[in-house]
């Protein structure tokens, strides 16, 4: 049984939990991007696990509307073993979802896994036609020339602000820069792309900003936030554009919960205030 801070923002130890909250997600009129917990796995063994449990998971999802997606880590499927390791999972994986039309998010880890991830996502992006996307994050200071570089593959875009703590060569540090940095890739993507772009943020400022690009863009988009935060905001978005809620499970959910609130002051804020507003 998880305890009750954690059940707010984990769907269950269990796949039957995220079942069954990818079935209320659907009342609501939400769609769910399922990620069953688990990273940083040297021991090859434990990436296939977690490839099987994935691959369960394909035949228990439900059909909703907007349909349930899933959202795998690269090193839970072994990059961290090695990048041919976490292709042939990952390549397991969206072959099975690809016949069911499910589709697959790839979650974005630490600066270097980035072009480890960005390889796979393209070629599998190309094989697939769009089954599949790849998370980017505003925070490191590579990512407009990412998405120059995906700006025509067929996929979609999940841009975040970035959930690892950088150094500073690398990344631009403290809330405005990311902020800014956030705005930028937000306007390249409307003007300078044509891949699906889903706006994974709980801050309402973005949200406006992704909301007029649409409309000056005359194009879609959809929004994503995590279990747990923010929900109202969830539902009211419901009523007039895609929403997805990033809907995690599993055993690992210790690591899932802690890890954030260790990793960065900020977040621990994040998770309080989600305590406290949602
Ligand atoms: P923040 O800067 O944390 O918050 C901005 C503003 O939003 C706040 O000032 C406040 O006005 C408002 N706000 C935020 N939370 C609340 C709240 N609870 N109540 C009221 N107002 C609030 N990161 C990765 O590095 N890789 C990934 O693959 C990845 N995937 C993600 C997938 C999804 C669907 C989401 C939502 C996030 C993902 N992240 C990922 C995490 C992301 O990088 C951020 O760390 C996280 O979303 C917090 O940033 P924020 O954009 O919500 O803005």
């Known amino acids: 049984m998880l305890p009750p801070i954690a059940d707010r923002f984990v769907a269950g130890e269990s796949a039957d939990g995220a079942v069954a909250h990818v079935h209320a997600l659907d009342d609501a009129g939400i769609g769910a991007i399922v990620n069953h917990l688990g990273e940083h796995y040297d021991d090859p063994a434990d990436a296939r696990a977690d490839t099987e449990e994935y691959l369960r998971l394909l035949e228990r999802l439900p ?121 930028d890739l937000l306007r390249r993507l409307f003007a300078e792309t044509s891949v699906g772009i889903a706006v994974a943020t709980h801050d309402d400022a973005m949200i406006d900003l992704a909301l007029e690009l649409g409309t000056r863009y005359d194009r879609d988009c959809e929004f994503q936030m995590l279990m747990g935060v923010r929900e109202r905001r969830q539902r009211e978005l419901a009523a007039t554009e895609t929403v997805y809620q990033y809907v995690p499970y599993g055993s690992a959910w210790v690591s899932y919960f802690y890890r954030r609130v260790r990793e960065r002051r900020e977040n621990l804020r994040f998770a309080l205030r989600a305590i406290v507003d949602s």
């Open 63 to 183: 059909a909703t509307d907007p349909p349930a997606t899933m959202s795998v880590k690269p090193s839970q499927l072994g990059l961290g073993v090695g990048e041919d390791a976490f292709r042939d999972n990952l390549d397991r994986i969206v072959e099975v979802a690809a016949a069911t039309d499910t589709f697959v998010w790839i979650d974005m880890e630490d600066h270097t896994t980035t072009d480890a991830t960005l390889r796979a996502y393209e070629a599998l992006a190309d094989e697939y036609d769009g089954g599949v996307g790849v998370c980017l994050q505003a925070n490191l200071r590579r990512t407009p020339d990412d998405v120059a570089r995906l700006a025509d593959t067929p996929g979609r875009i999940r841009l975040v602000k970035g959930a690892y703590d950088e150094p500073a060569e690398l990344a631009h540090r403290g809330g405005a820069a990311v902020d800014e940095a956030y705005r």
